[in-house]
C-alpha cells in the first residue's frame, strides 16, 4: 500500500537527484584544493563581474537537492584582494593559474543570464557546473562554444529555457553534459550534431528536455564510449532501438517517463555491461522475454511498463542486483525460486501486480534485504518473515491466510514499517512475550483479528504511526500510548474499545476512533497551535459539548463527530479555521438555527457538511451557503485524483468517511478532493430553497428531505451540473418540478416523494432514467414515468389512466440498463466503499485493486542509508 499524490513529486525529485548523482559523482569535482598559484587579475575580475550580475535569493535554494550549505552563496567569499583560487567553488590549475573549473551549484543564484557575461573570458575552463541556481528563463547564450577546452557542463535544474543552441556542439572535448530538468527544447537537427561532434561524450542527461521532434534512431551515433544515457521525460516518441544494449560501455540507461516511446526487450540476447536500467511509463512489449537474464551486470532494475505474464526465471542470473523494482506491472504467478540467487538484493519491490502463490522459501537467502514490499497482490500461505535484517515489511492487501504468533518478528530488531492489513491473517500475542522493537515507527495492523494490543509495541519509542482499525480489540486504550509522544497518526477505529478518550492524544496530527463505545465528552483543551488535522470520533457515545478550544487547531481540515449524543448548538466558532473542509455532525443532538455571524470567509473550504437527523431549526444558512467556496469552484478533473491525507515526514495517512449514499450510510475508504456534498436532511429547517444554492457548482450530492421546506425547486438548481444524486423528499415543496433541472445530466438518484409538486415531470436526459419512486406522494404530478398522464396543457394529471403496461414494462427495462451504467461511473468515479460493496462492486475493482488502511509509504531512504 502507498500513496504516489503527495509524496511523488519531492520524492520524484530526490530520486533523480540520487540518480544524477550517480551519474556526473565520478566527474565533476571543482572542490578548491590548496595551491600556491595565484590567478590572473584578469580572471579575477571577469568572476567579480560575472557575480555582480546575479542577485542572491535563498529560496532559489532546493533542500533535498542540494547538499550546500543553507542561506549561504559560494560567491559570498568571492572577494578582491584574496586569491580567486581560493575562492569557493572555483578551482585552478596548479601550473598555470588558470581558473579551470567553476562549481557553482547551489549557489543561489537568481537573474537573467547575461549572453556577454564575463564567464566566457575564462578560455581555460574545463568544467563548470551551474546546476540548481535560478536563471529566470534565460536562453543558454550560443558563446558557450568560446569554452573550447570544456569537459564537463551541468546546467541540471537552473531555469534555462529556450532552444539547446547549436554550438553547444562546438565543444569536442565534452566528456559529459547535463541539461536536464530546464525548460530546454532540443531539435532534431542540434542532436545530429550533437551525437555526430562530441565524439568524446561518455554521459549525456537529457531527461526534462523536450525531445518530442527528435527520432530516437539518431541516439545510436553516439559515441561507444557512452557510458550513462538519461532520457527521463523527455517527450521521445516512437522505436527506441534496443541496439543501444549493445553499447559497449554502457552502464546506466534511464528511459522511463516516455508515454509515447517503444522499446522492445526480445532481443537483448548479448551480453552487456549494464548496471543500473529504468524503463516505466512507457511500453516495453507484453511480456518480459527470458533473454532478459543476459544483463548479468545489473545492479538496479526498474521496470514498470504493464507487463504480463510471469516473471522470468532468468532473473536468478542478476547476481549483482541490488534493487527490484517491478511495481505497477501486471505480472501474475508465483515468485520464481531463483530469486533465492540474488545474495546483494537489499531492495525487493514488487508492490501492485497479480502474484500469487506461496512466497518461495529461497527468499530467505536473501540476507541483505532492508525493503520489502510485496503489498497489492494475490500471495498466500505463510508470511515470510526471518530476514532479519529489514527495515521495511509490506505485505498488507494480499491472501495471506495465517495464525501468526507476534513472536515472531522478534528476530527483526531492525524493523521500522511493518504493514500487514488487509489479509487474512489472525495475529496472536503471546502474554508472556518480553521483545520489543525498538527502532519501529510505522505499524499498521489493520483487519488482522487482533483482539488485544500489541503489548510488543509499548517499548518502540520511536513511534509516529500506529494503525489497528478493523480488529475486535476490546478494553480501554492502554495508557503507555500516552508515552508515546512521537507519535502522530492513531487509528483505532471499528474496534470495542470502551472508556473515555484519554486526554493526552490533543497533540496528534491524526486521530481516528470511529466506531467503538467511547463514553463520556471530549475531554480535550486544546492547547495554542495545536497540531491536530483529523479528529474522527464518528458511531461512538460521546456526549457533552464539542469543546471550544478547537479553534486552536488551525490545521483541522476534517471534524467527523457523527452518531453520537452530542447536545451543542451549532459551532459557528469554527467558521474561522480556514482549512476545514469536512465537517460532519450527523445523528446527534445538535439544536438551534444555523446562521453565520460573519459577512464573508465563513468555512471558505468547507467541501463536505453533513448536519442530518439533528434538531436544527429555522431558515437554511443562506449566508453559510453563499460562502462556500469550496464549493463553488468544480476542479476540473484533469489529472489523476488526488485523495485528502495526512503527511508526516514520508509517510502519508488516507482520510476515510462515513458518508450516506442511496439512504444508507457507507465508509468512503478515501475522499477525492473533489469529492463536495450537502446533508441538512431530518432536522426542522423551513421556508424557501435559497436560489443562491445554485452557486454551490461542484456538489455531487445535496439532500434536504425530511425538512419543513416550502416553496418552489429553484430552478437556479441546474447550475449544480456536477450533482450526481438530489434528495428533496418529505418537505412541503409545492409547484413544477423546473424543466430547466433536465440539464443535470450527471444525476443518477433522484428523490422528490412526499412533497406536494405538481403538473407535468420533465422529460429527457437523466429524466429518462427515474421510476416512480422518485415521484411518489405527490398526486398533482403526471406523465412519464406516473400511470397518470397529463391534460392537453401539460398542468395536471387527466383522468384518463396508462393503460398500455406492456409499453411501460419494456421501457423501463431499457431504462435500468442505462441507470446502471450511471451508478457504475459514479462509484468508479470516486467512491470506493469499505463495507457493504454489491458484488458487482468487488469485481469492477479488482483490476484497480482499492487500497485500504493506511496509506503509509517510506521512502527508500531505509535503503539508500544502508548501501
Ligand atoms: C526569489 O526567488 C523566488 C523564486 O525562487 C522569487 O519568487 C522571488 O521573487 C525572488 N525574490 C527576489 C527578491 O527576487
Ligand atoms: C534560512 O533562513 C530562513 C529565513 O531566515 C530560515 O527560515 C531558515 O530556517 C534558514 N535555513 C537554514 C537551513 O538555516
Ligand atoms: C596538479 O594537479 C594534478 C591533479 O589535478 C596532480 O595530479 C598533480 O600532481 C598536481 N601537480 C602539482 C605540481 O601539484
Ligand atoms: C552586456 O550588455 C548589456 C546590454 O546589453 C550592457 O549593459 C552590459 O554592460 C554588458 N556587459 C558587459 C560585461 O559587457
Ligand atoms: C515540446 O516542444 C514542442 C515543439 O517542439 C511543443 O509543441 C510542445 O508543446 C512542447 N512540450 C512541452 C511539454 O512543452
Ligand atoms: C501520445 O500520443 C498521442 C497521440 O499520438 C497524444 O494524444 C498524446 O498526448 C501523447 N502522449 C504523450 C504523453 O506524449
Ligand atoms: C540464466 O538463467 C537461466 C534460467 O534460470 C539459465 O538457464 C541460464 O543458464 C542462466 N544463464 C547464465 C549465463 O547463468
Ligand atoms: C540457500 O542457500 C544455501 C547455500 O548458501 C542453499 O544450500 C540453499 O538451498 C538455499 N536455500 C534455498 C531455499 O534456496
Ligand atoms: C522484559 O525484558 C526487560 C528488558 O528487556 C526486563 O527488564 C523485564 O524484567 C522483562 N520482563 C519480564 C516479565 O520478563
Ligand atoms: C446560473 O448560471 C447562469 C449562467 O450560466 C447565471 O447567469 C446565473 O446567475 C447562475 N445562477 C446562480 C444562482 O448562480
Ligand atoms: C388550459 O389553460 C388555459 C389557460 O391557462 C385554461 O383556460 C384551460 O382551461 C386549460 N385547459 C385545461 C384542460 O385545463
Not at 318 to 330: E, G, V
Not at 535 to 554: A, E, K, T, Y
Not at 805 to 811: I, N, P, V, Y
Request: proline share 4%; hydrophobic share 35%; aromatic share 10%.
Amino acid at each position: 500500500m502507498r500513496i504516489f499524490t503527495k509524496l511523488s513529486a519531492p520524492l520524484c525529485l530526490l530520486f533523480v537527484f540520487l540518480c544524477l548523482k550517480i551519474a556526473f559523482s565520478s566527474s565533476i569535482h571543482a572542490s578548491s584544493f590548496p595551491t600556491t598559484h595565484l590567478c590572473s587579475h584578469e580572471e579575477a575580475l571577469a568572476l567579480l563581474q560575472f557575480k555582480t550580475s546575479f542577485s542572491i535569493n535563498y529560496t532559489v535554494y532546493i533542500p533535498g537537492l542540494c547538499d550546500s550549505k543553507a542561506n549561504y552563496s559560494k560567491i559570498e567569499s568571492w572577494k578582491e584582494g584574496i586569491d580567486c583560487c581560493s575562492w569557493d567553488g572555483v578551482s585552478c590549475d596548479n601550473v598555470t593559474g588558470h581558473v579551470i573549473a567553476l562549481n557553482l551549484s547551489c549557489s543561489s543564484l537568481y537573474g537573467t543570464f547575461p549572453s556577454n557575461s564575463t564567464l566566457f573570458f575564462l578560455r581555460n575552463l574545463q568544467s563548470l557546473n551551474l546546476a540548481l541556481n535560478d536563471f529566470r528563463f534565460s536562453k543558454i547564450p550560443s558563446e558557450i562554444s568560446q569554452f573550447t577546452r570544456l569537459k564537463h557542463l551541468d546546467v541540471y535544474f537552473s531555469q534555462f529555457s529556450g532552444q539547446v543552441p547549436g554550438e553547444i556542439a562546438h565543444l569536442p572535448k565534452l566528456v559529459s553534459l547535463n541539461l536536464s530538468y530546464n525548460s530546454l527544447i532540443l531539435e532534431t537537427t542540434t542532436l545530429r550534431y550533437l551525437v555526430h561532434n562530441l565524439s568524446e561524450v561518455r554521459e549525456l542527461v537529457l531527461s526534462g528536455v523536450n525531445l518530442t521532434s527528435v527520432n530516437p534512431r539518431f541516439f545510436m551515433n553516439l559515441s561507444s564510449s557512452l557510458t550513462t544515457l538519461n532520457l527521463w521525460e523527455s517527450e521521445l516518441r516512437g522505436n527506441f532501438p534496443n541496439s543501444i544494449f549493445r553499447f559497449p560501455n554502457l552502464k546506466n540507461f534511464y528511459l522511463g517517463g516516455n508515454r509515447n516511446l517503444t522499446i522492445d526487450l526480445s532481443s537483448s540476447n548479448s551480453s552487456s555491461p549494464l548496471q543500473h536500467l529504468y524503463l516505466y511509463d512507457m511500453d516495453c512489449g507484453r511480456r518480459l522475454p527470458e533473454s532478459i537474464g543476459n544483463l548479468k551486470s545489473l545492479q538496479y532494475l526498474r521496470l514498470g511498463c504493464n507487463l504480463e505474464g510471469s516473471i522470468p526465471a532468468s532473473i536468478g542470473n542478476f547476481t549483482q542486483l541490488t534493487s527490484l523494482d517491478l511495481t505497477n506491472n501486471q505480472f501474475s504467478g508465483p515468485i520464481p525460486a531463483s530469486i533465492g540467487n540474488l545474495r546483494q538484493l537489499t531492495s525487493l519491490d514488487l508492490y501492485s501486480n497479480h502474484l500469487s502463490g506461496q512466497i518461495p522459501s529461497s527468499l530467505a537467502n536473501l540476507t541483505q534485504l532492508a525493503f520489502l514490499d510485496l503489498s497489492n497482490n494475490q500471495f498466500s500461505g505463510p508470511i515470510p518473515a526471518s530476514i532479519v535484517n529489514l527495515s521495511y515489511l509490506d505485505l498488507s492487501s494480499n491472501h495471506f491466510s495465517d495464525l501468526v504468533e507476534a513472536d515472531m518478528f522478534s528476530v527483526l530488531q531492525n524493523l521500522e514499517t511493518i504493514f500487514l492489513s488487509d489479509n487474512n491473517l489472525s495475529l496472536r500475542m503471546n502474554v508472556n512475550a518480553n521483545f520489543t522493537l525498538p527502532m519501529l515507527t510505522d505499524v499498521s495492523f489493520s483487519s488482522c483479528n487482533l483482539s488485544e494490543f500489541p503489548n510488543f509495541i509499548r517499548h518502540s519509542n520511536g513511534l509516529q504511526s500506529l494503525v489497528l482499525s478493523k480488529n475486535s480489540i476490546r478494553g480501554n486504550i492502554p495508557e503507555w500510548i500516552c508515552e508515546k509522544d512521537d507519535l502522530e497518526i492513531l487509528d483505532l477505529s471499528h474496534n470495542n474499545l470502551i472508556g473515555k478518550i484519554p486526554n493526552c492524544l490533543k497533540f496528534l496530527s491524526v486521530l481516528n476512533l470511529q466506531a467503538n463505545y467511547f463514553d463520556g465528552n471530549i475531554p480535550f483543551g486544546f492547547p495554542e497551535g495545536c497540531g491536530l488535522q483529523n479528529l474522527n470520533l464518528h458511531g461512538n457515545q460521546i456526549d457533552g459539548l464539542l469543546p471550544r478550544s478547537l479553534v486552536h487547531c488551525r490545521m483541522l481540515e476534517v471534524l467527523d463527530v457523527g452518531n453520537n449524543n452530542i447536545s451543542d448548538t451549532f459551532p459557528q466558532w469554527l467558521e474561522s479555521l480556514l482549512e476545514l473542509q469536512v465537517l460532519v455532525l450527523r445523528s446527534n443532538k445538535f439544536h438551534g438555527s444555523v446562521q453565520s455571524t460573519k459577512e464573508s470567509s465563513s468555512f471558505p473550504k468547507l467541501r463536505v457538511l453533513d448536519l442530518s437527523s439533528n434538531y436544527f431549526v429555522g431558515a437554511l444558512p443562506i449566508r453559510y451557503i453563499e460562502n462556500f467556496n469550496g464549493m463553488k469552484d468544480p476542479h476540473k478533473d484533469g489529472g489523476s485524483p488526488k485523495y485528502m491525507m495526512v503527511s508526516t515526514g514520508a509517510n502519508s495517512y488516507q482520510y476515510s468517511l462515513v458518508v450516506t449514499w442511496k439512504g444508507a450510510e457507507r465508509e468512503l475508504q478515501k475522499i477525492l478532493t473533489v469529492f463536495s456534498s450537502i446533508h441538512l436532511s431530518n432536522n426542522k429547517f423551513e421556508g424557501e430553497i435559497p436560489d443562491v444554492m445554485g452557486k454551490l457548482s461542484s456538489l455531487k450530492g445535496l439532500n434536504l428531505s425530511h425538512n419543513n421546506l416550502i416553496g418552489h425547486i429553484p430552478p437556479s438548481l441546474r447550475n449544480l451540473t456536477n450533482l450526481e444524486w438530489l434528495d428533496l423528499s418529505s418537505n412541503e415543496l409545492a409547484g413544477k418540478i423546473p424543466d430547466e433541472l433536465v440539464s443535470l445530466t450527471q444525476l443518477s438518484v433522484l428523490n422528490l416523494s412526499n412533497n406536494h409538486l405538481v403538473g407535468r415531470i420533465p422529460q429527457g436526459n437523466q429524466f429518462n432514467t427515474f421510476g416512480n419512486d422518485s415521484y411518489e406522494g405527490n398526486p398533482g404530478l403526471c406523465g412519464i414515468p406516473l400511470s397518470k398522464s397529463c391534460d392537453g396543457n401539460g398542468t395536471q394529471p387527466s383522468s384518463f389512466q396508462e393503460k398500455d403496461e406492456l409499453w411501460r414494462f419494456g421501457w423501463r427495462v431499457v431504462v435500468l440498463g442505462y441507470g446502471c451504467g450511471v451508478v457504475f461511473g459514479l462509484l468508479m468515479g470516486y467512491l470506493v466503499f469499505r463495507t457493504g460493496k454489491p458484488k458487482w462492486f468487488v469485481s469492477l475493482f479488482d483490476g484497480r485493486r482499492s487500497q485500504s488502511g493506511t496509506k503509509m509509504r517510506k521512502a527508500r531512504r531505509i535503503v539508500q542509508r544502508r548501501s
